[in-house]
């Protein structure tokens, strides 16, 4: 089906990710600019510094708490492309099952189509992360090393063995949901309600092939993917300097110049990842959906049984 709906998913992938380039690089200028008084702060205070003769580090945890609150705009962008790239392969894995003509897959990025997968995201969203978030912050709170106030619970107990434990086991638990939840995209770019997707993922990976099938496409596909965002990065750390360079020269602001030099072989990776993984990664989920839960085969699976029942 790649091979032979190359063309239409080609230029689908290729016009998703640009538009969430384009759009996840004004994002970034934006939030810079919103930032902008805290880089002039840090460059003031590295003057004041050097004009004292003393030593400076600067402080970056209001930068993490900027970007931490604007990291609900990156997931909503990073959701939209996804979900329109997911109903572009679902379409055409539908579209191979009943050789329509190649413009249906073209075609297949509506908002219509796009909605409930961006509502199934944000639903899994909600069962998987939870769980590892709060089991985090309990442990931290519980057994994380206090300066002003002695430990809750007594170093080497079971109850802090436990709950410094607690995170592994919560990601497990995570990891699970996460395959668990798998094909719920796909069900969902094939018509069905976010719910429905879900608890239609859920039957169908806890069958007796179903699970198996899920695993052994998943772990290849995440090396897959992490493998590409972590290789492109390395071939795009020559970026860092330049951007650098040129955004000093531009601004005058060392410390803005360099996190954009940060993070400019990061969005070059994420971007070329995207279209190099993401298409197959949704192209294979969608084809095992339609192997193991589409009417067609429910069907066929019923009338052999009946058949060799009689």
């Given amino acids: ?48 510094y050097h004009h004292m003769e003393e030593p400076y580090t600067h402080d970056a945890s ?127 770019a094939d018509g069905l309600g976010p719910l429905a997707a879900l608890r239609r993922s859920w039957s169908l990976m806890w069958t007796r092939a179903g699970g198996v099938r899920v695993l052994a496409l998943a772990l290849p596909l995440a090396v897959l993917s992490a493998g590409v965002v972590r290789l492109v990065v390395q071939v795009a750390l020559p970026l860092r300097p330049l951007v650098r360079s040129l955004l000093e020269q531009a601004t005058g602001n060392f410390f803005a110049a360099y996190y954009a030099g940060i993070l400019a072989p990061v969005i070059v990776g994420v971007l070329v990842g995207a279209a190099v993984a993401l298409p197959v990664t949704f192209t294979a989920f969608a084809a095992l959906y339609d192997r193991l839960g589409s009417p067609r085969t429910s069907s066929r699976g019923a009338g052999g049984t009946a058949e060799s029942t009689a």
Avoid: K
């Fill in 1 to 48: 089906m790649l091979r032979r709906d190359r063309g239409p998913l080609g230029s689908a992938t290729v016009r998703v990710v640009s538009l969430s380039g384009a759009a996840w690089l004004l994002m970034t200028a934006a939030i810079f600019g919103l930032a902008w008084p805290l880089f002039t702060h840090m460059r003031n205070q590295r003057i004041w």
């Fill in 62 to 188: 209001p930068l993490g708490q900027v970007a931490l609150c604007t990291l609900p705009l990156f997931l909503l962008l990073l959701g939209t492309g996804s979900a329109a790239l997911q109903t572009v392969c679902s379409r055409a894995v539908a579209a191979g099952s009943r050789e329509p003509s190649r413009e249906d897959s073209a075609r297949a990025v509506t908002p219509a189509r796009v909605r409930p997968v961006l509502a199934v995201y944000a639903l899994r969203s909600l069962i998987v992360w939870p769980l590892p978030v709060i089991a985090e912050i309990v442990s931290e709170r519980f057994t994380g090393y206090q300066l002003d106030s002695p430990l809750p619970l007594e170093r080497g107990s079971l109850p802090y063995t436990l709950v410094e434990a607690s995170p592994v086991a919560a990601v497990c638990v995570a990891v699970v949901l996460r395959l668990a939840l798998g094909l719920a995209p796909a069900a969902a």
